[in-house]
């Protein structure tokens, strides 16, 4: 009774760490990458796709190009002007994407989406963040929608 009962259990266990690996595939398997997002939804006007891509941006690190001359210590982010003068705060998502805007390199900062979102949201100056701006993965957030991507991060509610 001892051996069949032990060897019952170890059946169990075994069935239970398959069935959890099977699981966290199939989890894995439906995780897309934020470019992946961007790209799925990038026919949509930037407000109906605001919603799911912040909420993939949540979880990420952003690579932010950085003035390399910055006094040390200090974090000076690298912008641009569009064509009516306002500035835009860069970031890229990977960096494959830093390399595509910058292919010489350049130097950067690791920052959590929620962290740079935080700085340039505090900022008025800028008018918003455009993400990997040499890509097909590009996506603007201009200032107007920062309310709809407050609502989703960690504290929010």
């Known amino acids: 009774?001892?051996?069949?009962?032990?060897?019952?259990?170890?059946?169990i266990v075994?069935?239970?760490?398959?069935l959890a690996v099977g699981v966290s595939h199939i989890a894995g398997a439906?995780?897309?990458?934020?470019?992946?997002?961007?790209?799925q939804h990038g026919k949509e006007p930037v407000a109906k796709s605001i919603g799911?891509?912040?909420?993939?941006?949540v979880s990420c690190s952003l690579l932010v190009a950085t003035d390399p001359g910055a006094p040390l210590g200090k974090l000076?982010?690298?912008?641009?002007?569009?064509?009516?003068?306002n500035v835009w705060a860069y970031a890229y998502t990977s960096a494959a994407e830093l390399s595509k805007a910058f292919p010489?390199?350049?130097s950067h900062a690791e920052l959590t989406f929620p962290v740079f979102f935080s700085i340039i949201e505090a900022n008025p100056?800028?008018?918003g963040i455009y993400l990997n701006s040499a890509s097909d993965s590009l996506y603007p957030i201009p200032?107007?929608?920062?309310?709809?991507?407050?609502?989703?991060?960690?504290?929010?509610?």
Do not use: W, Y
């Not at 009774?1 to 059946?11: L, S, Y």
């Not at 799911?52 to 941006?57: K, Q």
């Not at 690298?78 to 003068?85: E, H, I, K, S």
């Open 125 to 127: 100056q800028f008018r």
């Open 76 to 85: 000076r982010l690298r912008t641009a002007l569009d064509n009516q003068g």
């Open 143 to 157: 200032r107007e929608l920062f309310q709809s991507v407050k609502t989703l991060l960690p504290g929010s509610h």
């Open 14 to 18: 075994c069935c239970l760490v398959l």
């Open 30 to 39: 439906e995780q897309m990458s934020i470019e992946q997002v961007i790209r």
């Open 104 to 106: 010489k390199g350049a």
């Open 1 to 11: 009774m001892f051996f069949e009962a032990t060897h019952c259990r170890t059946a």
């Open 52 to 57: 799911p891509v912040a909420a993939a941006l």
